[in-house]
């Protein structure tokens, strides 16, 4: 069986990843498993650029065949923002989840209503030799002003889905996993997935 890195420390990136991936019939490993203490710079400019620095760098640590993603929420009355830099959008370096809606909200504060937004991402798989594929994804809603659900991560609890008046975190994860902008990205990538699987 070809193992497969899921090229995260981010556990909840993780479990939604695990969950996406566990049919195709390939090995998935995390940098914990491997016992491998790695921090990629997201220095690129782009979501596609940084996906590949981390797909490409994890790759090149491991030789082993690496699945990375980056991705950011963009919202409309902030003229994008914070966009590649969701994963950091608070005033303080050592923030949180919590902290980081509570600072989108904040900033959000007596701009008209509603507040439209998408969750973007771009997958990208790298090969031991170099070899790299990526595809993008993406899902529209709006930001609410209050958390509401418990499951997902990041600003899932103040991401509603329009069609289903539900935020991402009120979603069970199998349902998460056939709207959201990371599965719809993963989604075009599976045949590709399973063209690698086959060679086992």
């Excluded at 701009?111 to 595809?135: D, N, R, Y």
């Excluded at 349902?175 to 399973?194: D, E, G, M, V, Y």
Aim: aromatic share 6%; net charge negative; charged share 20%.
């Amino acid at each position: 069986m070809i193992k497969l890195l899921l090229a995260t420390n981010n556990q909840g990136k993780i479990t939604e990843l695990r969950s996406l991936l566990n049919s195709l019939g390939l090995e998935l490993v995390t940098p914990a498993d491997l016992e491998l203490n790695l921090q990629v710079m997201e220095t690129g400019d782009s979501y596609q650029e940084n996906a590949i620095l981390k797909a490409e760098t994890f790759a090149k640590a491991t030789n082993l065949w690496s699945l990375a993603d980056d991705s950011g929420l963009e919202v409309e009355a902030l003229d994008g923002a914070p966009g590649l830099y969701s994963a950091r959008y608070a005033p303080q370096p050592e923030a949180g989840d919590q902290d980081r809606r509570r600072f989108l909200l904040q900033n959000l504060e007596g701009k008209p209503c509603p507040w439209k937004a998408a969750f973007q991402c771009v997958v990208a798989l790298c090969g031991p030799e170099g070899s790299i594929v990526f595809q993008e994804g993406t899902c529209s809603g709006t930001i609410i002003p209050e958390e509401r659900g418990t499951g997902g991560f990041g600003y899932d609890p103040i991401f509603q889905l329009e069609d289903l008046q539900l935020t991402m975190a009120e979603l069970p994860l199998v349902k998460k996993n056939t709207l959201s902008h990371r599965a719809r990205a993963i989604q075009k990538l599976i045949p590709i997935l399973q063209e690698l699987a086959s060679r086992a």
